[in-house]
């Protein structure tokens, strides 16, 4: 507030993914450098008035992160820079009388022409463990020696005796040169936990894959290597697309707005004045 | 505030002796925490509250999201315990993390050996400080726990959207893919509390020290008070006050760090003593979280298991 004052305009900001099930926007989201397998790429804009936040039309404003999501998947942008696919876009008021803090995250999904269907299995099902475990090193790997975020999702295949291929979206082509369509696998950098739904990024990720490469059917590996607060990838998860219907030249139909706790779709509210109300504060204070 | 900048920067080793880091120390220990708990991260905090004795891109640790799932009244009490409790306090108030050394939490998780330490012997200084300190106690003693109304008065306070505000028709595309919000039978994740929990280095006491944000069960944030009931009550009125961040633009609940030190003192001599491998100095922050978890008995953060 101290550096936008009243400029209401839409400015871009980042996040970071974390494991488990949550986006964290914070201080350093204004740090466009965010550097990270797990970032999350955003716009902020934050309404001066009540009024404003109320009536800005939201249809628009979600319209227009969709469109530039689409446009980012169409151009290649997304391909390199996977926290475009993991986007959001956050309308805000905030209240400094009442230190009352309005907000409304919407994260674009954009729609299949037919819905995409996938069969869900544990990855140590389908996987042997030293697979699991060279998977993980070798995606290690790719990422230390990686700055940009082009790591959430990688390409993977079996190589010759034991061992486990990663490569980059970018490589896709070359990379499946000679592998069935049906062994075409995708490592997601799963932040979800749920046993069976894949974080919200992949949705993005799969109409690209759509868009792109006219998939039909791919492997995707929900990968999750934390498990209570250790490296543990045993809780992965292994889904079979199916990738029905074409996409056309135009943006899909999307959705995306943050539904509140009790399921509806609306905007959300902190109170903060126990935080931040100097005479509160005078109260706890010793 | 001032009393940190008037301080000079601790710069020779003396965990060993008095149980306090140097700086150079804590981001050793960082960094080993951060290497054996991937669920703790460095954070570089605002700019202009940068400390120059830190790395820029290693200002204080963090951890979101701790799952926080009972409440302090819901631990279970052991008979004898009230007794300790008073004799602690009466002579000796370092031992205070001993108190409920024997409290087991209802799941059933074995209490840390990490508690127990009250037979420690006390030097003829200590002793006076501590007597100093009695009459403060005292007051701290009388206090009693949050009656019910405090709680009332509490919960007017959990945020509502004003009616005017909320939208009612909006509508989106169906959305088969979507997870169903409703919590069906086969909904297996119990909502819970959750914290973000950051550790600073406290130039004054040289100690690290602990800031805790609350969540409920709907993310948001909670007030004081309610933080309080996740707080072991010897503690919770006493060395628990909501103070600002040293690196945020924010006023957080943070235990105060005041008695860390001899504290921590005394856990590494008491390794020692029962012949275990002498702390490493990287080491610290794993054992100074089994001290907090003494503070914040049903925080689940502490994934190190033995890591020593």
Known sequence: MDLLRLDASLISISATVQSPNNLCVDGDSFDSKLTTFSASSGTLLNTNTVEDFKNRDKNAFIKAAAEKL?????????????????????LTFADLKKYKFYYWFAFPALLPPEHFTGTISELKDVWSQPFITRLQSAIENTRSASQLPDTMFLLV???DGDSVIVGKLSEWEAFWEGVDEAE???????????PSNPGWALRNFLILAKHRFK???????????????KRDASASLFVRMNLPGTLGDNCPKFVGWEKNSSGKLSPRLVDLAPMMDPTRLAETAV | EWREYLNPLLRESRFKETGVLT?????????????????????????????????ADKQYLITRNVPCLKRIAALEYKDGDEEEVEMDSAEDDDAWVATHKNRVIASGREAEDIADMDEADLSADQQK??????????????????????????????PDMDEELEIVDMEEEEDPAAMSNTAGADDKFV????????????????????????????????????????????????????ESHPHESLSL????????????????????????????????????????????????????????
Request: proline share 5%.
């Open chain 1, 70 to 90: 689409w446009v980012d998947i169409t151009s290649g942008e997304a391909l390199t820079n996977h926290a475009l696919l993991a986007c959001f876009t956050l």
């Open chain 2, 129 to 158: 400080s501590l007597t100093a300190n009695l009459a403060h106690l005292s007051i701290a003693k009388k206090e009693e726990p949050a009656p019910a109304g405090e709680e009332v008065e509490d919960l007017e306070d959990i």
């Open chain 1, 215 to 229: 998939t039909l059917s791919l492997n995707v590996i929900c990968f999750r290597d934390m498990l209570q607060g």
């Open chain 2, 253 to 308: 609940a943070s235990i105060h760090p005041c008695k860390h030190g001899n504290v921590m003192k005394r856990l590494i001599d008491q390794m020692v003593e029962s012949g275990k491998e002498e702390l490493r100095v990287d080491q610290y922050l794993l054992l100074f979280l089994k001290f907090m978890s003494s503070v914040l008995p049903t925080m689940e953060y502490d994934y190190t298991g033995d890591g020593f």
């Open chain 2, 23 to 55: 700086p150079e120390e804590f981001v050793l220990a960082g960094d080993f925490l951060v290497y054996k708990c991937p669920t703790w991260a460095w954070s570089k905090g605002l700019p202009n509250k940068r400390k120059d004795f830190l790395p």
């Open chain 1, 157 to 159: 295949k079996k190589g």
């Open chain 2, 191 to 242: 909502r819970t509390r959750t914290y973000d929990m950051s550790i600073t280095y406290d130039k004054y006491y040289q100690t690290p020290r602990v800031f805790l944000f609350g969540y409920d069960e709907n993310r948001n944030p909670l007030t004081p008070v309610q933080i309080f009931q996740d707080i072991s009550q010897d503690h919770a009125k006493k060395t628990v006050t909501i």
């Open chain 1, 184 to 194: 075409r696998t995708v490592v997601f950098s799963d932040p979800s936990n749920l």
